[in-house]
């Protein structure tokens, strides 16, 4: 123990001498086996008992804090090389702390929904680095899955620090895992990795306040702050904003709505509580869409008069439900219990009609119960089954997607980034990797909530050059016969373009890393790779190319086009063709894309012209399209879409 950390465990002896009040406590993702940002300013904040001042150590420095009258500090450490390890000490008046085998190297922040949560055991198993040999001087950690309304100063529970080796790796972010392992091999510093992921979550919940405003969505950021305040009130303009959606896209008049109780409507029986894909209904085998429901309850004056609960049970995916034609709640969360409270007034003697309408926007649907959880409770105690005598009704198809209340946890507004980034502080960072746009695709402006969302958390990590390593989405979905449009190539098309614009992003390309019927592809380890040779590029200013990307577009004088393509390694190929497949020339017109004859060769694909007005290029532009143009890394040339000058 040297003479310094010997100091500061005396004193922390004569600070546990005073009484104990509240031993200080530091937030972020600072705890035993941690690794810490080198060659940064290592920045603190924590609590402790109000006005007291906290002393902390570490590697031979130390600093004094004074918390401040909620008991809040701060404290800055002088910037540290790659070492290790060390313990930290923090001491004060009531009480001290121990953080012990602390590493100084380069930290690495992971995140997105469930490409990037899954897991090393849960992805391709033949690979030998899923089971690697311990490394000490890599580290791993994983966040909890929290959401809140409101961002968060510290992790309920302190986020548990594991040195990496066969055992702890294979519950961690393979994506994550594979990029962290091999920058090791190539880095002479000790790496940590934190994994902060949600399956299935959009990108809005991911931003803070500010970056919702910045995306245009300042009516969401405000409706979360109202859910904080007044969930009662927050449900009611939530109900508010989706029949006025409803109203703009159906063309109904007010009071003739799906949601009124006597809408009419071709009402047929439920078949059973559960997923109404199993109901033996040929339209619903294979329905994604929405689904109305319907239940009339009859009550007395008595029983009607007061506050009273409706419980629902779970609804796959997502529900706006409403009594007697006033909206009562809502939420997109297949699992969760619906529970709502119901003010004195809602309900009235005679015939009451409870309405619910169903979303299903992806694989099964309906209301799943269970059966004994659904029910009515009123102010006196008195408890009215709901689990049988319910209707259904197909609803006509509307344009667009439902609006989503913005306090769900992964269709939220803020909310992961509320409960999962917020409380990791002013941590230090190396750079951050992003698997995330799945459940984006098919909203407008993805561009714009990526960008809103690294300017915050460029922020809050104190480097406006943070680098970020994003993943292009994998090839999903039914494969293109003929030229169209695509969500997913749109979003990939926004990455692209905001890694191009950014100057400190970059893209792993995966477009052929996918599966067609399967949204959860296996082949992480090359995503991985992938992802680790973007971030040697702008981390380490290492000469990796980040793969083949679209410079620019000229028109040719025998009426083509050539592009020059970027970031080749070697030459391009042409893989079992001779010709380079999945380019589109497009007029202005909507619908005006053909697919083109095109040869790769060198750092170029020329297209031939076809006689008709070409204004743009379009490349792999489908939902699970085919590629077949790589370089000499075995990398694939990006999906893009270019004007033509």
Same mark, same amino acid.
């Given at each position: 123990?040297?003479?310094?950390?010997?100091?500061?465990?005396?004193?922390?002896?004569?600070?546990?001498?005073?009484?104990?009040?509240?031993?200080?406590?530091?937030?972020?993702?600072?705890?035993?086996?941690?690794?810490?940002?080198?060659?940064?300013?290592? @920045?603190?904040?924590?609590?402790?008992?109000?006005?007291?001042?906290?002393?902390?150590?570490?590697?031979?420095?130390?600093?004094?804090?004074?918390?401040?009258?909620?008991?809040?500090?701060?404290?800055?450490?002088?910037?540290?090389?790659?070492?290790?390890?060390?313990?930290?000490?923090?001491?004060?008046?009531? =009480?001290?702390?121990?953080?012990?085998?602390?590493?100084?190297?380069?930290?690495?922040?992971?995140?997105?929904? #469930?490409?990037?949560?899954?897991?090393?055991?849960?992805?391709?198993?033949?690979?030998?680095? /899923?089971?690697?040999?311990?490394?000490?001087?890599?580290?791993?950690?994983?966040?909890?899955?929290?959401?809140?309304?409101?961002?968060?100063?510290?992790?309920?529970?302190?986020?548990?620090?594991?040195?990496?080796?066969?055992?702890?790796?294979?519950?961690?972010?393979?994506?994550?895992?594979?990029?962290?392992?091999?920058?090791?091999? #190539?880095?002479?510093?000790?790496?940590?990795?934190?994994?902060?992921?949600?399956?299935?979550?959009?990108?809005?919940?991911?931003?803070?306040?500010?970056?919702?405003?910045?995306?245009?969505?300042?009516?969401?950021?405000?409706?979360?702050?109202?859910?904080?305040?007044?969930?009662?009130?927050?449900?009611?303009?939530?109900?508010?904003?989706?029949?006025?959606?409803?109203?703009?896209?159906?063309?109904?008049?007010? =009071?003739?709505?799906?949601?009124?109780?006597?809408?009419?409507?071709?009402?047929?029986?439920?078949?059973?509580?559960?997923?109404?894909?199993?109901?033996?209904?040929?339209?619903?085998?294979?329905?994604?869409?929405?689904?109305?429901?319907?239940?009339?309850?009859?009550?007395?004056?008595?029983?009607?008069?007061?506050?009273?609960?409706?419980?629902?049970?779970?609804?796959?995916?997502?529900? @706006?439900?409403?009594?007697?034609?006033?909206?009562?709640?809502?939420?997109?969360?297949?699992?969760?219990?619906?529970?709502?409270?119901?003010?004195?007034?809602?309900?009235?003697?005679?015939?009451?009609?409870?309405?619910?309408?169903?979303?299903?926007?992806?694989?099964?649907?309906?209301?799943?119960?269970?059966?004994?959880?659904?029910?009515?409770?009123?102010?006196?105690?008195?408890?009215?089954?709901?689990?049988?005598?319910?209707?259904?009704?197909?609803?006509?198809?509307?344009?667009?997607?439902?609006?989503?209340?913005?306090?769900?946890?992964?269709?939220?507004?803020?909310?992961?980034?509320?409960?999962?980034?917020?409380?990791?502080?002013?941590? =230090?960072?190396?750079?951050?990797?992003?698997?995330?746009?799945? #459940?984006?695709?098919?909203?407008?402006?993805?561009?714009?909530?990526?960008?809103?969302?690294?300017?915050?958390?460029?922020?809050?990590?104190?480097?406006?050059?943070?680098?970020?390593?994003?993943?292009?989405?994998?090839?999903?979905?039914?494969?293109?016969?003929?030229?169209?449009?695509?969500?997913?190539?749109?979003?990939?098309?926004?990455? @692209?373009?905001?890694?191009?614009?950014?100057?400190?992003?970059?893209?792993?390309?995966?477009?052929?890393?996918?599966?067609?019927?399967?949204?959860?592809?296996?082949?992480?380890?090359?995503?991985?790779?992938?992802?680790?040779?973007?971030?040697?590029?702008?981390?380490?200013?290492?000469?990796? #190319?980040?793969?083949?990307?679209?410079? /620019?577009?000229?028109?040719?004088?025998?009426?083509?086009?050539?592009?020059?393509?970027? %970031?080749?390694?070697?030459?391009?190929?042409?893989?079992?063709?001779?010709?380079?497949?999945?380019?589109?020339?497009? =007029?202005?017109?909507?619908?005006?894309?053909?697919?083109?004859?095109?040869?790769?060769? %060198?750092?170029?694909?020329?297209?031939?012209?076809?006689?008709?007005?070409?204004?743009?290029?379009?490349?792999?532009?489908?939902?699970?399209?085919?590629?077949?143009?790589?370089?000499?890394?075995?990398?694939?040339?990006?999906?893009?879409?270019?004007?033509?000058?």
């Amino acid at each position: 123990m040297t003479r310094h950390c010997a100091a500061l465990l005396a004193t922390a002896a004569l600070f546990a001498a005073a009484p104990a009040i509240a031993a200080p406590r530091l937030d972020g993702a600072i705890g035993d086996h941690a690794v810490l940002q080198r060659d940064q300013p290592i @920045r603190l904040r924590g609590t402790a008992a109000p006005g007291e001042t906290v002393m902390i150590g570490l590697a031979g420095r130390s600093v004094t804090a004074k918390a401040d009258r909620d008991g809040r500090f701060e404290a800055r450490l002088p910037a540290l090389p790659a070492g290790g390890p060390y313990d930290l000490t923090i001491a004060a008046p009531s =009480g001290a702390g121990l953080i012990r085998d602390l590493l100084v190297g380069d930290v690495f922040l992971c995140s997105g929904q #469930s490409n990037m949560e899954m897991p090393v055991d849960a992805a391709q198993q033949w690979i030998a680095d /899923a089971r690697p040999p311990i490394d000490d001087k890599l580290r791993l950690v994983t966040i909890d899955k929290v959401a809140s309304d409101t961002p968060l100063t510290r992790f309920a529970q302190s986020p548990q620090w594991k040195v990496a080796g066969p055992e702890t790796a294979r519950a961690f972010s393979a994506a994550c895992f594979y990029m962290v392992q091999a920058l090791r091999r #190539s880095q002479d510093v000790p790496i940590g990795a934190i994994a902060s992921s949600w399956g299935g979550s959009r990108i809005s919940a991911w931003l803070d306040g500010e970056g919702l405003r910045r995306a245009g969505m300042a009516a969401e950021a405000d409706l979360l702050a109202l859910h904080a305040r007044d969930p009662a009130a927050a449900q009611a303009r939530a109900s508010t904003v989706w029949e006025n959606w409803w109203r703009q896209k159906s063309g109904d008049a007010p =009071g003739r709505e799906p949601w009124q109780p006597d809408a009419a409507l071709d009402w047929k029986p439920v078949p059973a509580i559960g997923n109404f894909e199993k109901w033996g209904v040929p339209e619903l085998a294979d329905y994604n869409g929405m689904i109305w429901y319907g239940r009339e309850i009859m009550l007395t004056p008595e029983q009607a008069r007061g506050v009273a609960t409706l419980a629902i049970g779970a609804v796959d995916d997502a529900d @706006r439900t409403w009594v007697n034609g006033v909206g009562v709640g809502g939420s997109s969360l297949a699992s969760q219990p619906r529970i709502y409270a119901l003010p004195a007034g809602t309900l009235k003697a005679g015939r009451n009609v409870v309405t619910v309408n169903d979303d299903d926007v992806y694989a099964l649907g309906g209301m799943t119960g269970p059966v004994e959880a659904m029910a009515l409770t009123l102010a006196d105690g008195t408890r009215i089954p709901l689990g049988s005598g319910w209707r259904y009704a197909v609803a006509r198809k509307v344009e667009g997607d439902a609006p989503r209340v913005p306090w769900d946890d992964i269709n939220g507004a803020g909310t992961l980034y509320n409960g999962m980034i917020a409380p990791l502080g002013p941590i =230090g960072l190396a750079g951050v990797a992003w698997y995330q746009g799945e #459940s984006d695709t098919g909203l407008p402006g993805y561009e714009a909530r990526l960008t809103a969302m690294m300017a915050a958390w460029r922020t809050q990590f104190g480097r406006a050059d943070l680098p970020l390593a994003i993943v292009q989405l994998a090839d999903y979905g039914k494969p293109a016969t003929r030229p169209g449009d695509s969500g997913w190539a749109t979003v990939r098309e926004d990455q @692209r373009r905001m890694a191009a614009r950014d100057g400190h992003a970059g893209v792993a390309v995966a477009i052929d890393l996918g599966d067609p019927i399967d949204i959860h592809p296996g082949e992480k380890h090359e995503v991985g790779q992938r992802l680790a040779r973007v971030m040697r590029s702008l981390a380490y200013r290492a000469p990796d #190319s980040m793969g083949p990307a679209i410079g /620019a577009a000229a028109r040719t004088a025998d009426g083509g086009v050539r592009l020059r393509v970027d %970031g080749v390694t070697g030459a391009l190929h042409m893989r079992s063709s001779g010709q380079a497949i999945g380019f589109e020339l497009c =007029g202005a017109a909507p619908g005006s894309c053909r697919y083109a004859n095109a040869v790769a060769d %060198g750092t170029a694909v020329t297209l031939a012209g076809d006689g008709k007005p070409v204004t743009r290029i379009r490349y792999a532009w489908a939902d699970s399209p085919v590629v077949n143009v790589f370089d000499d890394a075995a990398l694939p040339l990006g999906p893009f879409e270019i004007a033509l000058p």
